[in-house]
């Protein structure tokens, strides 16, 4: 029997002279296409020749204080910005009242005002008194678009099925969400959750402007809906009790009067770095406190025992839960207590902003023992004040100061 044949295809050369001829062509034409665009716009303002002052430089003298710091928004961002805003009403678009208010519109506005899905109400009110708003589609900048789906999905007023739905349909009537691939549409998402409430959110918004506290790349989907390029991270919402201007639920108190050298208020989660902090509360209860917390029954605790427990050490600690952050973080600033972060994929609000390292400590989260303990029990009085002093409480107390921390972010 005779053997099977194999053909085998003749490979053309690798390189072939008409190959180098159009490589040169594409390089000829970049040059001279580059020589054209540098000609055709002027000069960049971040170069500056110091011999000759430059004629598209314009100066802007930034307010400081009286003692020469620049201040909010000059500090990291600069004073200047040209934006509009349009601000999807609820009414111009069949389904968008179901994201903020359920399937039959029981979910009120106030009860979603709780907790960490209130940056969703805090952050749509504020566009709507916003300067920068616009009602003109055709002038906007960014869109956005309004959703309490958490608190909603909370309440019972839509199953996570429904909101898949909600969210495809309120989408497909939006033209201009269509022209940009929604490049230029922003969407609140403050819980840890995510994104991932939209079950959909890869196909659909995978593009656009996402606004939440998950900064991570290691959520427990494995999929993280975080893009450094095109999203922000925002501070998780503190109780309105503590952030109100004039007295608040709970006056901090002084450093004399604390039982604690650190404390952890969360449950465990089952989470490696939560469960050590529990078991090292056991072994040294006089050093570190880790109540349980309960949602419901008499061992609840009210908004003032929760900020008392969380007052009542030098040093808050702030492990990671779900993903890498943690409300806990936020929460000492209020009480002026040290936060302690122990989680090292962690990503901060407003990072060029706030030097982190001045006003906190990060721990390495395989290190968490006694070792941790006894070096907060090692810095010095002195040092300890340092960083209650440097705590940039006035930026996460007002929703007004986040509201210009993302747009002076934004990109076109």
């Known amino acids: 029997m005779s053997q099977p044949r ?34 055709s716009f002027p000069p960049s303002t971040c170069y500056l020749d110091h011999g000759r002052p430059s004629p598209y430089l314009s100066l802007h003298v930034a307010k400081t204080d009286g003692a ?7 500090r990291g961002y600069g004073s200047r910005l040209s934006l509009k805003i349009y601000v ?4 111009e678009i069949d389904g968008l009242k179901h994201l903020l208010y359920g399937r039959d519109g029981s979910i009120s506005t106030n009860a979603c005002l709780k907790g960490q899905w209130a940056s969703q109400v805090k952050i749509h009110r504020l566009l709507l008194e916003s300067q920068f708003r616009t009602r003109k589609k055709e002038e906007a900048d960014l869109f956005f678009v309004p959703a309490y789906v958490k608190c909603v999905r909370m309440m019972g007023g839509l199953n996570d099925k429904e909101i898949n739905q909600t969210y495809v349909k309120v989408l497909s009537q939006m033209p201009y969400f269509r022209r940009s691939g929604g490049r230029d549409h922003i969407f609140v998402f403050p819980s840890g959750a995510g994104a991932h409430l939209f079950r959909s959110w890869a196909t659909y918004i995978n593009r656009s402007i996402i606004l939440t506290p998950e900064g991570d790349r290691t959520d427990k989907r494995d999929v993280s809906a975080f893009n450094t390029w095109k999203d922000i991270i925002i501070p998780g919402n503190i109780d309105d009790g503590m952030t109100k201007a004039g007295p608040t639920i709970f006056q901090p108190w002084p450093l ?6 650190a404390n952890y208020l969360g449950r465990a989660q089952k989470k490696v770095g939560r469960l050590k902090l529990i078991e090292l509360a056991k072994e040294y209860p006089d050093k570190l406190e880790c109540p349980e917390l309960q949602f419901s029954g008499p061992n609840k605790l009210g908004r003032l025992e ?3 427990h969380l007052g009542n050490a030098k040093f808050c600690l702030a492990p990671r839960g779900e993903s890498s952050w943690t409300l806990r973080f936020y929460e000492a600033f209020f009480v002026e207590c040290v936060p302690v972060i122990l989680s090292d994929q962690v990503e901060l609000p407003f990072q060029n902003v706030i030097d982190y390292t001045q006003i906190s400590i990060k721990w390495p989260s395989t290190s968490i023992g006694p070792e941790l303990l006894d070096y907060l029990a090692s810095i010095p009085g002195q040092i300890f004040y340092l960083l209650l002093a440097a705590l940039p409480i006035e930026l ?13 972010q934004m990109r076109s």
């Not at 690798?14 to 054209?36: D, E, K, M």
Request: proline share 4%.
């Open 6 to 39: 194999v053909f085998q295809a003749h490979a053309p050369p690798f390189c072939t002279r008409s190959h180098q001829i159009s490589a040169l062509f594409l390089v000829t034409a970049t040059f001279f296409l580059t020589r054209l665009f540098d000609q």
């Open 68 to 74: 020469g710091h620049l201040l909010w928004p000059e």
């Open 88 to 91: 999807y009403d609820e009414n």
């Open 256 to 261: 004399s009067k604390r039982r604690y050298l």
């Open 306 to 308: 929760y900020f008392q």
């Open 396 to 408: 996460f107390s007002s929703i007004e100061q986040l509201n210009f921390a993302f747009m002076f």
